[in-house]
């Protein structure tokens, strides 16, 4: 099935663009991963940024080498107690500012007006459509080339191609969003600017065997939810591109590989994946918040333990959430000292394990390799049946994350509880039981009662992955997820829900201008809030998603107020007026 234009600007050149470097990809780790500069400088008291990432963003004005040795001649000559003016000078000195190692980029591929806009029948949302397919230009990053030529005085790790970011702080390619970046990007026919992600990711995989979390060096120990091989998949069922697929498919193995060696337990036998990560220390972004938050631990060991719980909480995407918490109870109460990220085998990872085979045995099959279509069959097979036999809870009616420690399901709702529904991770022939039981489940845990989405959890902890935040990826995987039942229930939610996200993100956009990093579910058109820094905007998932579902929908969505922005934005004030009114009466609002 194609979705794009038939006349493809796409580059039909196979070969994949990479980076050939003799510098090791983390040589400038000695500044931005972990060590003393790194600590002091982190820890300075009051601190000395409001945003701990903006440090480890900044650029280095001379080599890591001669940076620690005239670091540490500073530290000897002050006694080893600067003061915070002492650090203010070193950084003035030896640093550069946070982001200038990349430029504003235009993608050349652009078009003013893509087809998914005519799709769209009501006037407003044809030119939110408009606005949003213009936010790609402000997301735009290239790399200045002396980051090609000197990785080492950098944070950021070279990418053959420019990027689109997710926006805000976020100013580098972050790996799972892309993969709703990237399908918005097609939908807004932008096939080369696409690939060229995908083609970064596969230059990354061939250059440090897998894809971090992030683009910048301090998130070499975790990766993010493996959405690579569905990228892929995403670009070949637009352009035909068939080839593309087979040129990736060793690369495309070994990640699959990186997280079947890296990532694998075994529970009641059978081998399914968790999310871990394999550096030391606290994140380095993050840098203060994870020592305070390890503070009542009384070993280096204990908060070690810790600090491996919160990066792997990050690798799920999911940072943070009382999805990762285990109690002395065995429940999801407590705080972040309280994060066992690596104790629970989650859902999502293991659908996209799942998914990851069956597509990669698909594109085997294209390029007629038999053998290698029978070998990813089977393993595709066997996360299959884990994912059935630990993972689905007939209680429940629905898949649930497994606590390794308390030898129990996680009876908690999330929404990658239902996530194997995306990838169709169940047998199909089960679909109106698997239905029956979803929507029963749906009903109980009253996921369609909220007005501005699907809340992530319906636990308040303010944490930003936990009520009343709602996400764009999470509120996709649930909406075509139950498309892809095709029961006439969960196809009737499925529209529901979509059409509720489109109608509360334009209301949100109308009120403010902006696209927001996540949302509140219950708050038409509200934003999220919580967790360790402010709520974000740009936003490159939530574009993605909004772009997809107006082109799909868009015929059948209207937003039922005037045509005017000035209009949208009284109609949004009486809105929340009215939602809180009627939330304080009911509790809930059903929208
Ligand atoms: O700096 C704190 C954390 O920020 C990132 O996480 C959040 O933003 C990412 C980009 O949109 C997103 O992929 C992730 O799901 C969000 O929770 C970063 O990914 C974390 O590793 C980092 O610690």
Not at 311 to 322: L, N, Q, Y
Not at 398 to 406: A, F, G, H
Request: glycine residues 6%; hydrophobic residues 35%.
């Amino acid at each position: 099935k194609s979705y794009g234009s038939p006349d493809l600007d796409i580059d039909n050149d196979n070969s994949i663009a990479t980076i050939e470097s003799t510098v090791d990809p983390f040589e400038s780790c000695k500044i931005y991963c972990n060590g003393t500069l790194l600590h002091t400088i982190q820890m300075a008291k009051p601190p000395l940024f409001s945003d701990s990432k903006t440090f480890v963003d900044m650029t280095l004005k001379y080599s890591p080498d001669k940076t620690l040795e005239d670091f540490n001649a500073m530290m000897e000559a002050k006694n080893q107690q600067p003061s915070r003016e002492d650090l203010k000078n070193f950084i003035k000195e030896y640093f550069g500012d946070k982001g200038t190692e990349l430029e504003s980029w235009v993608p050349s591929d652009w078009k003013e007006n893509p087809s998914f806009v005519d799709r769209i029948s009501d006037p407003d949302l044809k030119q939110w459509g408009v606005q949003l397919n213009d936010i790609w230009k402000k997301l735009g990053r290239k790399m200045k080339d002396d980051v090609i030529k000197s990785p080492q005085n950098y944070s950021i790790i070279p990418v053959p191609n420019p990027v689109i970011v997710p926006g805000g702080r976020f100013i580098e390619f972050y790996y799972w969003d892309s993969y709703w970046i990237i399908r918005g990007l097609l939908y807004s026919e932008m096939y080369s600017t696409a690939r060229g992600m995908i083609e970064n990711f596969l230059s990354i995989v061939e250059r440090i065997g897998f894809i971090p979390n992030g683009g910048r060096v301090y998130y070499h120990g975790r990766s993010q939810p493996p959405l690579l091989t569905g990228m892929v998949k995403s670009y070949v069922d637009f352009t035909n591109d068939d080839q593309f697929a087979i040129n990736a498919l060793k690369l495309l193995e070994h990640e699959f590989n990186f997280f079947l060696n890296n990532r694998a337990v075994s529970v009641n036998n059978h081998t399914l994946c968790i999310y871990s990560d394999s550096s030391e220390g606290p994140r380095p972004e993050s840098y203060s918040e994870d020592v305070n938050t390890a503070a009542s631990f009384d070993s280096d060991e204990k908060k070690e333990h810790l600090y491996t719980q919160i990066k792997a909480a990050a690798e799920s995407g999911m940072d943070f959430s009382t999805r990762w918490f285990i109690s002395e109870d065995g429940t999801n109460a407590g705080n972040l000292s309280n994060l066992s990220t690596t104790s629970i085998v989650p859902v999502d990872l293991n659908a996209y394990m799942f998914w990851n085979a069956k597509l990669i045995a698909e594109f085997y099959s294209k390029a007629g390799n038999i053998k290698k279509v029978t070998e990813y069959e089977e393993k595709a097979g066997e996360f299959l049946l884990g994912i059935q036999e630990v993972l689905w809870n007939e209680e429940a009616g629905c898949w649930l994350d497994y606590d390794i420690e308390n030898k129990k399901s996680r009876n908690y709702f999330v929404p990658t509880n239902l996530s194997p529904l995306w990838v169709k991770a169940y047998n199909i022939s089960d679909s109106e039981n698997i239905s029956a039981k979803i929507m029963a489940y749906i009903e109980k845990n009253k996921l369609d009662t909220y007005p501005g989405g699907v809340p992530n959890t319906l636990a308040a902890q303010n944490e930003q992955w936990d009520f009343p935040n709602v996400w764009a990826p999470m509120q996709y995987i649930l909406v075509e997820g139950l498309n892809n039942l095709n029961t006439p229930e969960a196809k009737n939610m499925s529209m529901k829900w979509a059409t509720r996200w489109v109608k509360s993100n334009f209301k949100a956009y109308t009120d403010h201008l902006d696209m927001y990093e996540k949302y509140d579910a219950q708050v038409f058109g509200g934003h999220g809030t919580g967790g360790e820094y402010d709520v974000q905007t740009g936003f490159g998932w939530s574009n993605g998603v909004i772009i997809e579902w107006l082109s799909k929908h868009g015929r059948d969505i209207s937003t039922g107020s005037g045509s005017g922005a000035s209009a949208s934005r009284v109609m949004s004030v009486v809105g929340v007026a009215a939602v809180t009114i009627v939330a304080l009466i009911a509790g809930r609002v059903l929208w």
